[in-house]
């Protein structure tokens, strides 16, 4: 957890730095529409969204993975009542050496 926390604001300082010493403008086409801007502004955009993309993308299998954490919790919750509800009885019934 701390070395993600560092990395991130590592990443982020450079990323700053970077912005701030690529200050000549440039004219980007966005969908047919000019837009004049820094290209370290255009790149800390590209940055940013990439993170955010890749933060969508990693989103679901994480809640699969927390889905099917609960239904294996459900499951042996539900065979550990079963096995405390089983009669004695059946002790005979296992094998004996």
Not at 51 to 70: D, K, T, V, Y
């Amino acid at each position: 957890m701390i070395f993600s926390l560092i990395f991130t604001v590592v990443v982020t300082i450079v990323a700053v730095m970077f912005s701030l010493e690529n200050t000549t403008l440039v004219r980007v086409s966005f969908f047919g529409y000019p837009v004049d801007g820094a290209i370290g502004l255009f790149m800390l955009i590209a940055l940013g969204l990439g993170l955010l993309l890749g933060i969508l993308l990693m989103i679901p299998p994480l809640l699969g993975r927390s889905w099917a954490l609960e239904l294996h919790k459900r499951r042996l919750a539900k065979l550990e009542e079963q096995s405390v509800q089983q009669p004695e009885a059946d002790a005979s019934k296992r094998w004996t050496l």
